[in-house]
Structure formats: C-alpha cells, structure tokens
C-alpha cells in the first residue's frame, strides 16, 4: 500500500460525457502528479500540482484539467470523452516539488469511454 | 528534452536465471535515475533511484542497477529471478535542477518468469 489512493478504480462511461477522478495523496506529500498510461501511449505525464499551486504540464489536452485542493487532494476533470481517452489514470505522490523525491503511486483509475 | 529507451518489450528468463533489462535516456547533464515496477492491477512501486555517487546502486527485491555515463545507460539487474518477479518494469529519469519535478517514463519491459 503506497499510501496513494484514488477513486473510482473503474469507471465507464459515454463519449461526450465528463468525469472526474480524485487522488489523495500520501500523508505529508505536498506533490501530486497525475499520468495516463495506455497502450499505445505508454505512461505519459500530465501534470503536477505542488501545495495547490500548478508546477508543471505535459502532455495535458485542453479537454482535460485539473486543481488541488488546501486539503492537498487533486482532481482529474477530462470532459468532452473520446474514445481514445480510455486508459489507466495513475496519481502519484511526492515529499518535495523537484525530482528527487520518489514517486509513490496509487492503484490508478481505469476509464473505459464507449 | 529528457527521453528514456527501453529497447526491450518483452523478456522471459527462467526462474533463477539472472536477469538484466536495459534502459538508455538522452538528457543534456546527468540525471536522476529511477527503475519503478508495475505488478498486474498495481499501481508503480520505487526499486532504485540515482542521484549521485557511486554508479551502482542496490534497491529492493535484491534488484541493483548500474549508471554508465559513458554509455548513457541505467540497466537493472538481478542474479537470480523469482517467480514473484513477473511484472513490467519501468525506466524512469528526472530533471535535476528543477521545482517542478516531472519524470519521464520509458515504455516499459514486460517480464515473463518460466517456471
């Protein structure tokens, strides 16, 4: 157990339709990280929050966004689904806001858009 | 940019073979370094990181990895393979020098462990 949990660990939905995956990350991490991994993708950087502030952004589409709560959750909004944004969500958690940190990951939210 | 080359897909040794999976990136400087592992429906979990010092570092599992300047590699070994090990690996590496930390990921070797 990383200490990383994410909700929901499946979810399926309909093109056109909008989602929001959520993160908590570990005790006393102030970094959240979200990434998508898929099949013909790989695992792909999305964004990183650091202390409810935006630190950096990958490969994030306009359709999709994200913010951190004071609390220091984090929440994945992707609207306007398409079939291709079916994938496995991964959050993951950091100490510190730079690379030295390790990442620890949850178990992922795995969407499935019809 | 930062990228990292894993040019195995897929590996399959026999339990308690040795195992070694290559990884090569391209950064400007030397990075940090991480191996990560991904068991089926489980999220990544951290074997070894490097940042400095000494070139051959030991993680978890009995997993260790050497970082080659020279050849701009991070390869991770075992000497000999459990069943348990089965799983996809992951290269990761880091930008130094940074607040905003984001790694990037190679695209990962799948291990297949015959009994």
């Known amino acids: 157990d990383s200490g990383v949990t994410q909700t929901p660990k499946h979810l399926i939905t309909a093109t056109g339709q909008r989602v929001t995956l959520r993160c908590s990350p570990r005790?006393?991490?102030?970094?959240v990280y979200w990434y998508q991994q898929s099949l013909d993708q790989g695992l792909q950087f999305l964004i990183q929050?650091?202390?409810?502030?935006?630190?950096a952004k990958g490969n994030i589409l306009e359709r999709f966004s994200a913010q951190q709560f004071p609390d220091l959750h984090s929440e994945l909004n992707l609207s306007s689904l398409e079939l291709g944004d079916s994938a496995l969500y991964f959050c993951a958690s950091s100490v510190v806001a730079g690379n030295t940190g390790e990442l620890f990951f949850g178990e992922g939210s795995r969407l499935t858009v019809l | 940019a930062q990228s990292v080359t894993q040019p195995d897909i897929h590996i399959t040794v026999s339990e308690g073979a040795s195992l070694e999976l290559r990884c090569n990136y391209s950064?400007?400087?030397?990075?940090?370094l991480f191996w990560y592992v991904q068991s089926p429906g489980q999220g990544l979990q951290l074997l070894l990181k490097y940042f400095s010092g000494d070139t051959l570092v030991q993680g978890i599992k009995g997993f260790e990895a050497e970082f080659k300047r020279s050849q701009s590699s991070f390869n991770l070994r075992k000497p000999s393979v459990h069943w348990s090990d089965a799983a996809e690996y992951f290269c990761?590496?880091?930008?130094?020098?940074?607040?905003?930390?984001?790694?990037?990921f190679g695209d990962g070797t799948t291990l297949t462990v015959k009994p």
């Open positions: 929050y650091y202390n409810g502030e935006e630190r």
């Open positions: 950064y400007g400087a030397t990075p940090y």
């Open positions: 990761a590496v880091g930008a130094r020098d940074t607040n905003a930390g984001k790694s990037t």
């Open positions: 005790s006393g991490d102030l970094s």
